[in-house]
């Protein structure tokens, strides 16, 4: 399982700590990532990081993101928040040889204002 935690209501510019932490196995096989759905959209992927660290973004969060992982946790630092990030955000690990993320977290709610 998934747990995350952290998300809230900021203002514009402000800054955001998304945490996700694994109960009952560890990341060490895992792909780990965060995905977001703003009210009327498709779930869209934010950022991932593979087992050898690789790092992917967005193109709308690089450069305002920072996301990291270790054995068991996974966190997103988001920075120079705006509007257009007002989202429920999703934390996932899928193994490296599966096609698709097997372990979903909850979601938090992640409130920009202007």
């Known amino acids: 399982q998934l747990q995350a935690s952290g998300g809230g209501s900021v203002q514009a510019g402000g800054s955001l700590r998304l945490s996700c932490e694994a109960s009952g196995f560890t990341f060490d096989y895992y792909t780990v990532a965060w995905f977001r759905q703003a009210p009327g959209k498709e779930r869209e992927g934010v950022s991932c990081?593979?087992?050898?660290?690789d790092i992917d973004y967005a193109e709308s969060v690089k450069g305002r993101f920072v996301v990291s992982r270790n054995q068991n946790a996974m966190s997103l630092v988001m920075n120079s928040l705006k509007p257009e990030d007002t989202a429920v955000y999703y934390c996932?690990?899928?193994?490296?040889?599966?096609?698709?993320?097997?372990?979903w977290g909850q979601g938090t709610q992640v409130t920009v204002s202007s």
């Open positions: 990081v593979g087992i050898t660290g």
């Open positions: 996932a690990a899928r193994l490296t040889t599966s096609p698709k993320y097997d372990y």
